[in-house]
T-cell receptor, first 111, second 114 residues
Framework: SQQGEEDPQALSIQEGENATMNCSYK?????LQWYRQNSGRGLVHLIL?????REKHSGRLRVTLDTSKKSSSLLITASRAADTASYFCATVITGRRALTFGSGTRLQVQP | AAGVIQSPRHLIKEKRETATLKCYPIPRHDTVYWYQQGPGQDPQFLIS???????DKGSIPDRFSAQQFSDYHSELNMSSLELGDSALYFC?????????????FGPGTRLTVT
């Protein structure tokens, strides 16, 4: 990936469990965003966290950002089978507006 | 709410042919981005336009060109197609003056080069 890696590459959990995905990046950023993609389909924006924020919540999603470690995590609580998808972090590098994507985590939630 | 529209949704071309992909951004959005996603890969930024002017350039091959028209729709033109151009091509739009840099993606055009 141009910007960083996501960890794990694949994750399989049971419905009701929590899922945690991590993302690392390499350069100074303006913000970091998480997107979801169902197989072969469009990318859906989930949440954006700015470089001066440390944590953000949206429904069952919790995102943290550690700019000193250049890393972020996405926590999905009480997962559902419908959460099965690939999750990408994407950064907006300082001075630019285009997204630079990480390599994605494939999440499988077993019913 | 209106979303980003892309056409066609699927396109099959032969090597060395040309292809034109179209994108209609969300109304009032002023920036359009193009991304390419190869099989099993993460999306890669190609090019963007702000107020009809090219605003940023990524890993777009010289064989590709793009433009944004007065009605804000954008077209990605691809010539001398190669097998490696087979991918999902996404268009996204955003409002620079808005809450942030959230980009709203279209459903993508799946290009298959044979």
């Amino acid at each position: 990936s141009q910007q960083g890696e996501e960890d794990p590459q694949a994750l399989s959990i049971q419905e009701g469990e929590n899922a945690t995905m991590n993302c690392s990046y390499k350069t100074s950023i303006n913000n970091l965003q998480w997107y979801r993609q169902n197989s072969g389909r469009g990318l859906v924006h989930l949440i954006l966290i700015r470089s001066n924020e440390r944590e953000k919540h949206s429904g069952r999603l919790r995102v943290t950002l550690d700019t000193s470690k250049k890393s972020s995590s996405l926590l999905i609580t009480a997962s559902r089978a419908a959460d099965t998808a690939s999750y990408f972090c994407a950064t907006v590098i300082t001075g630019r507006r285009a997204l630079t994507f990480g390599s994605g985590t494939r999440l499988q939630v077993q019913p | 709410a209106a979303g980003v529209i892309q056409s066609p949704r699927h396109l099959i071309k032969e090597k060395r042919e040309t292809a034109t992909l179209k994108c209609y951004p969300i109304p009032r959005h002023d920036t359009v981005y193009w991304y390419q996603q190869g099989p099993g890969q993460d999306p890669q930024f190609l090019i963007s336009f702000y107020e009809k002017m090219q605003s940023d350039k990524g890993s777009i091959p010289d064989r590709f060109s793009a433009q944004q028209f007065s009605d804000y729709h954008s077209e990605l033109n691809m010539s001398s197609l190669e097998l490696g151009d087979s991918a999902l091509y996404f268009c996204a739009s955003s409002l620079i003056g808005g809450l942030g840099y959230e980009q709203y993606f279209g459903p993508g055009t799946r290009l298959t080069v044979t």
